[in-house]
Nanobody, 115 residues
Framework: QVQLVESGGGLVQPGGSLRLSCAAS????????MGWYRQAPGGQRELVAA???????NYADSVKGRFTISRDNVKNTVYLQMNSLRPEDTAVYYC?????????WGQGTQVTVSS
């Protein structure tokens, strides 16, 4: 089992920044990917950013150039640095870690972008 704890959400004005963190614990051997999804009210969960074991990253087109995903292998933590936030980035953000072919999810953290 893998346990994930997210932190870092909150309320920010348009143009502001937030950094989300997701720390993993438990049986983390075999983790081969990690990343972030988000789900806006009434919307579907969508991939925001992901990083695979080799270090390659991919981003949703809507966040390219504004968001950066990174990881700390010592702390077993994945981060999402979000800059130039827009109202349409408002959503619950969920981190995930993929172990072999199974995904483990964080509890979700609310990000609200509003003036």
């Amino acid at each position: 089992q893998v346990q994930l704890v997210e932190s870092g959400g909150g309320l920010v004005q348009p143009g502001g920044s937030l950094r989300l963190s997701c720390a993993a614990s438990g049986s983390i051997f075999g983790i081969n990917a990690m990343g972030w999804y988000r789900q806006a009210p009434g919307g579907q969960r969508e991939l925001v950013a992901a990083i695979i074991s080799g270090g390659s990253t991919n981003y949703a087109d809507s966040v390219k150039g504004r968001f950066t995903i990174s990881r700390d292998n010592v702390k077993n933590t994945v981060y999402l640095q979000m800059n130039s936030l827009r109202p349409e980035d408002t959503a619950v953000y969920y981190c995930y870690f993929r172990k072999w072919s199974r995904d483990y999810w964080g509890q979700g953290t609310q990000v609200t972008v509003s003036s």
